[in-house]
């Protein structure tokens, strides 16, 4: 164990944090655990399956003793017309390098790289083939209903890539009888125009959900660079967001007592500059992304099982071209997924299930057209022991190309310490202490095996082991005082990592050059306070993240001990939420620390702090209209900060919302 | 108030974190002349992270990034040489469509030259006022050609046209000789008119020159590489690579030799201090770089390519004149390379971790 990791004065920092009585926020991110709500729901659960409703056992489910962020309606009603990007940093401390609004946005989860972290729509992984990674400024967030972050290994649940973690992203027919809708139209600095329309409709057979968001921004903000002849200010040039439209429409059947169709689709397409450099010539770079994706899914929902089937349709087009280059790339993918969930007994729940993947990629790069299969099997097993005891165990054996990764997954989660909720004794406080062990892998990315030159295709999977544990405390003072804190201490060392480096003939090619160790504590805690017409939350988050090259292969050429790019050692990030009447404020900080932003560990970002705020006005009109007026602004202190290197961050900026809700 | 103390902590914890920023000072030696040498580490193009190392080679100190440190603000993007004149460094930076002019020793930054330059590759002094430097030019339209520079005012006042690509550029015999490394020729130029004076036929991608010590110019052409529509060598069509010696004074070609393969692009010659013993690099066409090859002047039969003097492969190569070392560049571009020296035979001496890249080596 390494010492660093609990060097005397961060212990002291993160136990000042914990013992930080905030009053505190149900504002943008709960922790997904309501205390007596799962042990509830499943011992609830033969009764549920009589309703007429059909419900999914959600993954998370089968995931005890991991750590997750959920973002709740607020914090998706409040991004509505951006992105996913936008939405994690300004809520979560988790870094995202970023080339700028609207611009190239990677993450970073628990220390590694863009390609460890797995996204999933409605349950299907939406990775861009090609890369490995999502670019989360493609994710715009009005397409989505649930949006949730499982930090820590997870490829047993969620498949290839869940070794920093996993995004969950997804959309959910709305039953409410009856037709809503919702159009918001945002305006702001540096040429920021957007709207965003939701409408939704049911009966009791037939669930309608329509989104569409618009957004477009010329980025022509101004920086300060360093020169011969001073302080030189600049208008930021070849950044424009041309366009980026999403448009999501669902449709939802219900077929008998116990069966319902879901077909859902996704279309983006974002046409966009991509920043020159500082200092650098301007080389004109756009890139128009598209992606098309379309999923039907059946469940049916027997007494005391249930099934489903997912096949989904996925297109991905990335077209790139500046002065002197021009490439374009489609890949298509079509999925198959087909699971089974039974109880066992009155305490345990199974699922099993398996899945395909076929992708053809066309780029000229890869010499022409490839394709490539992957498929996988898994067990999902669920237990709970007593009200207080949960555990879950997992298996998925994946089959890749020269690759037959087996994960394992173990997870237990135990109420230390409780009060049940009940009419005599209400609730007060509860302990759950949670540990989970899990081995994670990711398969290449068709870039890696076929890009030309380079392209490797005798790589090896990725394989991570990594463990965590933790503490979830929460406290209640009667019905107005709310107050939770959660500590994890996470360890993981990921082997045979993908480097794309100089090989012994000097040509670039991914290799598995490297044995990676990351570990860390993430730290959080909030609460909220309701009185009369106050209502007050607070949250207050903080990550610390170590990770290095643990062991390098004799062909790396960059020596072990080095940490990794882009990957700051301390992330805080801070919220405080006021509501009186029909007024709404807000105010977030964050704080980010420095980042190396290479392999030599020379170069650095420095670290940055960042303050915004947003202050909102609902309005009642006749009949059924409501209006909502919200101002929000980012960078209040000006900070001159970079988020990717060369590419200055937006100054303060304003942005003003108008949404119409009707019924 | 109970609320400001409440926050005060954290906010101060906040201030603490920001200042865990690394030191960034990095000592500045004193430079001495005939000690030092200046690494041109190239960086990665579009990062904007290019830099000059300075190494002492008595004490073996090494600053990693000379301009930064001397000038508080960062040289700029892909640095693709340096030339020293007259107590001045001028430092082409290709991405950033500049010239750098520092004052040696100490480093500090004294003008640039931005002009209309466009890709600009390597400088020249022609005389105490004038300056060349070959520039590709842009994808937009925009010719290769040489940029006249004023070095009192760094203005561009004179453009003259050279053939596609021009690479490196020496005077020899009163006449400036450019290397057209996107054709077979050199463009000569009257350095007292600023007009050329012929062009001259030499192998397929010229793209460096030295002068020996009786006044021969030696050029090196890589032989023009093919390449496949899915971004393979053709080597069905590509060229081998030529080593023409030129009479400088009368600008004709005295002599041409071609090398036994083509799977090699021969690249960067430099010459000894005695200049006898010509070097230079058999690169590989996807990496650009390549092992080290010795040629003596008077020796008739070219290098075999599969047989080096220096089997490593580098990206820079660069020889000190004054002590015959041999020096070479890694091309990791991983953050940081390597310069590794070797003694005249070809022994390794020492190495010391450089910029990313580094392409060249000038010694002042």
């Known amino acids: ?663 | 108030m109970r609320v400001s103390k409440f926050w005060a902590a954290p906010l101060l914890s906040l201030l603490a974190l920001t200042s865990c920023d690394p030191d960034d000072d990095q000592p500045v030696n004193p430079q001495p002349e005939t000690t030092s040498v200046f690494v041109i580490n190239e960086g990665n193009i579009t990062r904007s992270n290019g830099s000059i190392s300075l190494y002492n080679k008595t004490t073996g100190a090494l600053t990693p990034d000379l301009f930064a440190s001397v000038n508080n603000r960062p040289l700029g993007d892909v640095v693709q040489s340096m030339t020293v004149s007259n107590g001045r460094g001028y430092i082409v930076v290709n991405n950033s469509n500049k010239i750098e002019v520092v004052s040696l020793p100490g480093f500090q930054s004294v003008g640039v030259v931005r002009g209309a330059l466009r890709s600009p590759r390597y400088f020249l002094p022609v005389s105490a006022t004038r300056g060349y430097v070959t520039q590709w030019g842009n994808f937009r339209g925009l010719r290769a050609d040489v940029k006249v520079i004023d070095l009192n005012t760094f203005a561009v006042v004179d453009s003259i046209p050279t053939g596609p690509l021009p690479e490196r550029l020496v005077l020899a015999g009163g006449k400036v000789y450019v290397a057209n490394s996107g054709s077979n020729t050199l463009t000569v130029i009257d350095p007292a008119t600023n007009r050329v004076s012929s062009t001259l036929t030499v192998g397929d991608a010229p793209n460096s020159l030295a002068t020996d010590k009786n006044g021969l110019l030696w050029v090196l052409c890589g032989g023009t590489v093919a390449y496949t529509p899915t971004y393979d060598v053709d080597y069905a069509a590509t060229t081998a690579g030529k080593l023409v010696s030129v009479n400088a004074a009368a600008a004709t070609v005295a002599g041409t030799r071609t090398f036994a393969t083509n799977r090699r692009q021969p690249t960067d010659l430099q010459i000894n201090g005695a200049g006898d013993q010509l070097y230079f690099r058999a690169a590989d066409a996807l990496t650009y770089t390549g092992p080290v090859f010795r040629l003596g002047i008077a020796e008739t039969a070219l290098p075999v390519l599969t047989a080096p003097f220096i089997r490593r492969s580098f990206y820079g190569l660069g020889v000190d004149k004054r002590t015959g070392h041999i020096y070479g560049g890694t091309g990791t571009f991983l953050g940081t390379d390597k310069m590794i020296r070797y003694e005249s035979t070809g022994t390794a001496i020492d190495s010391a971790a450089v910029g990313a890249g580094p392409n060249g080596f000038v010694f002042y």
């Not at chain 1, 869940?162 to 159009?183: K, M, N, Q, T, Y």
């Not at chain 1, 392999?599 to 947003?614: H, I």
């Open chain 1, 1 to 663: 164990m390494n010492r660093i990791f609990f060097a005397e004065n961060l212990v002291r920092f993160v136990v000042f944090y914990l013992l930080l009585l905030l009053p505190g926020p149900r504002c943008g991110w709960a922790q997904a655990r309501q205390l007596p709500a799962d042990s509830v729901r499943l011992s609830r659960r033969v009764q549920r399956l009589g309703e007429v409703r059909v419900r999914a056992i959600r993954p998370e489910q089968f995931a005890a003793g991991s750590r997750r962020y959920e973002a709740d309606s607020a914090g998706l009603s409040q991004f509505r017309g951006g992105t996913v990007a936008e939405l994690l940093q300004a809520r979560t401390p988790l870094y995202l390098k970023s080339y700028g609004p609207g611009q190239l946005a990677s993450i970073t989860l628990r220390g590694t790289s863009a390609q460890h972290t797995a996204v999933l729509w409605n349950g299907l992984n939406i990775m861009l083939p090609t890369l490995g990674q999502n670019d989360f400024a493609l994710l715009s967030v009005a397409a989505n209903t649930r949006l949730t972050v499982q930090p820590g290994p997870a490829a047993a649940l969620y498949g290839s890539g869940a070794i920093g973690g996993a995004v969950l992203l997804g959309s959910e027919p709305d039953w409410r009888p009856g037709l809503r809708g919702s159009a918001q139209a945002d305006a702001g600095s540096f040429g920021l125009r957007g709207s965003s329309l939701l409408l939704s409709g049911a009966n009791p057979a037939v669930a309608l959900r329509l989104s569409a968001s618009y957004r477009q921004a010329a980025n022509n903000y101004s920086y300060t660079t360093r020169e011969f002849t001073g302080l030189v200010r600049h208008t930021l040039a070849s950044a424009a967001l041309h366009h980026q439209w999403s448009l999501a429409p669902e449709v939802a059947w219900r077929l008998g007592a116990a069966g319902q169709l879901t077909a859902t689709a996704w279309l983006t397409d974002t046409d966009r500059d991509i920043q020159p450099a500082v200092g650098s010539a301007d080389r004109h770079a756009r890139q128009r992304d598209q992606s098309r994706r379309f999923v039907l899914v059946y469940r049916h929902q027997a007494a005391r099982a249930q099934w489903l089937v997912r096949g989904a349709w996925f297109e991905d087009v990335l077209n790139y071209r500046d002065d002197g280059l021009l490439s374009n790339s489609r890949v298509r993918t079509t999925q198959a997924q087909t699971e089974y969930t039974a109880a066992l007994g009155q305490r345990g729940t199974l699922r099993l299930g398996a899945e395909a993947q076929h992708f053809v990629a066309e780029l000229l790069e890869y010499n022409g057209r490839k394709t490539e299969n992957r498929a996988a099997a898994f067990a999902l097993f669920r237990f709970d022991a007593s009200p207080r005891l949960h555990l879950s165990a997992n298996l998925r054996q994946a089959f890749v190309l020269r690759a037959q990764p087996f994960m394992p997954t173990l997870g237990l989660e135990w109420n230390v310490l409780t009060t049940t909720d009940s009419l005599i004794r209400p609730f007060t406080h509860s302990l759950i202490a949670k540990a989970s062990a899990a081995r994670s892998y990711r398969a290449p990315s068709l870039n890696e095996r076929y890009w030309q030159p380079g392209g490797n295709p005798d790589l090896r999977p990725e394989t991570g082991l990594g463990y965590e544990a933790g503490l979830h405390y929460r406290r209640r003072w009667g019905r107005r005082l709310d107050w939770q804190a959660e500590l994890t201490g996470y360890r993981q060392l990921v082997d045979d990592w993908v480097q794309w480096a100089p090989g012994p003939d000097g040509l670039w090619r991914p290799r598995n050059l490297r044995q990676v160790l990351t570990q860390g504590l993430e730290a959080s805690s909030g609460g909220t306070w309701r009185r009369g017409r106050h209502r007050l939350g607070a949250r207050l988050a903080y990550a610390y993240t170590w990770a290095r090259t643990h062991h390098a292969t004799a062909a790396d050429p960059v020596p072990a001990g080095l940490p990794l790019p882009y990957v700051p050692t301390h992330a805080c990030n801070a919220s405080l939420d006021y509501g009186w009447r029909r007024w709404q404020a807000a105010v977030n900080a964050g704080f980010t620390s420095f980042r190396y932003v290479d392999a030599g560990a020379r170069d650095f970002l420095p670290g940055y702090g960042l303050l915004g705020g947003s202050l909102g006005y609902a309005l009642p009109l006749p009949g059924q209209l409501r209006a909502q007026l919200l101002a929000q602004a980012t960078n209040l202190l000006n900070t001159a900060y970079d988020s990717y290197e060369g590419r200055p961050a937006p100054p303060r900026a304003l942005q003003l919302s108008l949404r119409l809700d009707w019924r």
